[in-house]
C-alpha cells in the first residue's frame, strides 16, 4: 500500500518539506489549522518576503545552532535561490545580503509554493486544527477539534512557534510535540520592540532617529548594532531593537532582576567635545531663542527637546543664553548616552519570531526526525533555533523543511539537487 506522510502545518516549512516529501513515492497530505496555507507568508518583510541571505552562517542564529550547523552548512543562502529559481521564482539581492522576489511581492513565493504543490498532487486540508497526535504501534493518528482524524505512516510537525499568533502559529504543536514526550527549552518572543517605563516612552512616541544602540545587561556590554530606532508608546522598536530583543527577554526570563539597559548614540559621526561646541557655539549665536530648541539642527525636534530636558529640569522659560560650556558638554554627553531602562519586550502578538522550541537535542540533524518518536519529524521555527533579521528565519524553515520533507520521504540528498534543478 502507499505510504501517507501527513504534514501538519500549512507555512513555509510545512509547505516546503510537502514539496520534497512528494518526490518521493508517498501520498502527502497538508493540514493546515486556518482557512488558508501561507498566510504568515504573506505577511513577510512588509508584504516583499526577505526569503532568504547570502551570508548564511552559524553566527546570524541562536539555540540549538550547534546541533543544526550541519544543516546551514549544507544549505547555503545560494542553494535556497536555486530551489525557488527552479520552482519558478527569480530572486534579487539586496542590501545585506538579503534576499527577495524579483518581483517584491510576497505572494509570488506563496504561488510558485502552490503550483508546486499542485503538481505534485499533494492533499492541502484546510481548517484542519490538529489537537491530537497519536502513535498507534507503526502508525499516526492526527485528530482535529471536531474529532475528525487522519491516519499516517510519517508525520512532520511545522506548526511554528507562538509569534504573531493571529497568523495561525498559537503554539498548539508544542502541546502535540510535549505529548510524545519532547522537552521544550524556554520559549520567549523575538524580533519584536522592547519596552521602557511609559513616562520616558510617551514624549518621543511617533520619532525615528539613526543612531548606535548598545545594550547593557548587568553592567556588561551584550550586544551593539546601528540603524533606525523608532519611539513609540512602550519603549523602542525598529530592527536594532529587534535584534537585541531575544537577549534581553532569555536574560530576564533567567534572572527577573538583571539591569537591563540601552544605550542610544544619537550622533555616531561626531565626537562628544565637537557636539559640545556645536551646542555652546548655537546657544551664542541665537541667546534670545528658546532653550528647549537648543537642539534644533542637530537632532529630531522632539528628541532634542526631551535631551534638553534631561539635563535642564524644565527649560520651557529660559532662552539658550541661560547654557554654559559645562551644560553643553553634559548635553553631548547625553547625546552619545541616551539611556533608557528596560523592562521587557511587547507581546507575542507583535513578536515576528519564537526564540526557544522543541530541544535540538531529540531531533536527529541528519534527518530532523524525533529521536523519542520514530516516523515524528520536525521543521521550521518549532524548533529551538531562531535567526536575526535578514531572512534568517525563512531559511531555517526552508532548509528544514526540505530536509525532514525528503527523510520522511526517504529521498536521498542527491535527488533532492536534481529534483530543486528539473522541478
Ligand atoms: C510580520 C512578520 C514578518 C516576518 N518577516 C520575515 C522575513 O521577511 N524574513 C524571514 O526570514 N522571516 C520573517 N518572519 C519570520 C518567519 O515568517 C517565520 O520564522 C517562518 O514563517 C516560520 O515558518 P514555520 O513554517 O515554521 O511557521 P509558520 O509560518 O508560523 O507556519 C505554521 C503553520 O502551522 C499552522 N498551525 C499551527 N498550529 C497548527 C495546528 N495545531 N494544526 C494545524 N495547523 C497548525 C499555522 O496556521 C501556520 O500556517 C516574519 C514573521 C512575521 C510574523
Redesign the pocket.
Known amino acids: 500500500m502507499q505510504e501517507r506522510i501527513v504534514v501538519?502545518?500549512?507555512?513555509?516549512?510545512?509547505l516546503m518539506a510537502a514539496i520534497f516529501a512528494a518526490q518521493g513515492d508517498a501520498q502527502v497530505s497538508i493540514?493546515?489549522?486556518?482557512a488558508k496555507?501561507g498566510?504568515?507568508?504573506l505577511?513577510?518583510?512588509n508584504g516583499r518576503?526577505?526569503?532568504t541571505n547570502e551570508n548564511i552562517c552559524t553566527r546570524y542564529y541562536h539555540g540549538d545552532v550547534k546541533r543544526f550547523q550541519g544543516i546551514l552548512e549544507a544549505f547555503p543562502g545560494r542553494r535556497v535561490v536555486q530551489i525557488f529559481e527552479g520552482l519558478g521564482l527569480l530572486c534579487r539581492s539586496e542590501g545585506e545580503g538579503r534576499i527577495y522576489p524579483y518581483n517584491v511581492q510576497a505572494s509570488a513565493v506563496l504561488d510558485v509554493l502552490r503550483l508546486a504543490l499542485q503538481k505534485r498532487n499533494v492533499e492541502i486540508i484546510c481548517e484542519?486544527?490538529?489537537m491530537m497526535l497519536e502513535k498507534t504501534g507503526a502508525s499516526f493518528q492526527i485528530t482535529s477539534h471536531n474529532g475528525q482524524a487522519v491516519y499516517a505512516d510519517k508525520v512532520i510537525l511545522?506548526?511554528?512557534?507562538k509569534?504573531?499568533p493571529r497568523?495561525?502559529?498559537?503554539g498548539?504543536?508544542f502541546t502535540?510535540a510535549k505529548r510524545l514526550g519532547h522537552s521544550m527549552t524556554p520559549l520567549v518572543p523575538a524580533l519584536v520592540g522592547i519596552k521602557t517605563h511609559t513616562h520616558r516612552a510617551r514624549p518621543l512616541k511617533g520619532m525615528r532617529s539613526y543612531v548606535a544602540a548598545t545594550l547593557w545587561m548587568d553592567g556588561q556590554k551584550r550586544g551593539e548594532e546601528t540603524g533606525e530606532v523608532q519611539f513609540t508608546e512602550y519603549g523602542l522598536s525598529g530592527i536594532c531593537m529587534f535584534q537585541f530583543s531575544r537577549h534581553i527577554n532569555m536574560a530576564l526570563h533567567d534572572n527577573p532582576d538583571c539591569c537591563v539597559e540601552v544605550s542610544l548614540d544619537l550622533m555616531p559621526e561626531y565626537q562628544e567635545e565637537w557636539i559640545a561646541k556645536k551646542i555652546a557655539g548655537h546657544a551664542k549665536q541665537y541667546p534670545e531663542s528658546a532653550l528647549s530648541g537648543l537642539l534644533t539642527g542637530l537632532l529630531n525636534k522632539r528628541v532634542g527637546e526631551e535631551i534638553v530636558r534631561q539635563v535642564f529640569a524644565d527649560p520651557y522659560p529660559m532662552p539658550a543664553a541661560v547654557c554654559t560650556f559645562r551644560h553643553a558638554r553634559e548635553l553631548a554627553r547625553c547625546i552619545k548616552h541616551f539611556s533608557f531602562p528596560i523592562l521587557g519586550s511587547a507581546p507575542w502578538d507583535s513578536a515576528?519570531?519564537t526564540a526557544g522550541g522543541v530541544a535540538g537535542k531529540q531531533i536527529h540533524p541528519q534527518t530532523m526526525e524525533s529521536t523519542c518518536c520514530p516516523g515524528l519529524y520536525f521543521?521550521?521555527?518549532?524548533l529551538n533555533m531562531d535567526?536575526d533579521c535578514g531572512?534568517?528565519?525563512?531559511?531555517w524553515?526552508w532548509a528544514s523543511g526540505i530536509l525532514a520533507g525528503m527523510s520522511a520521504a526517504g529521498i536521498q540528498n542527491q535527488k533532492e539537487k536534481q529534483g530543486g534543478k528539473s522541478s
Do not use: M, W, Y
Open positions: 501538519i502545518g500549512g507555512g513555509a516549512a510545512g493540514l493546515e489549522g486556518g496555507i498566510r504568515k507568508l505577511a513577510t518583510g518576503c526577505n526569503l484542519f486544527p490538529v511545522a506548526t511554528g512557534g509569534a504573531s497568523l495561525g502559529s498559537d498548539s504543536g502535540l515576528q519570531v521543521a521550521g521555527e518549532i535567526g531572512g534568517f528565519n525563512l531559511h524553515a
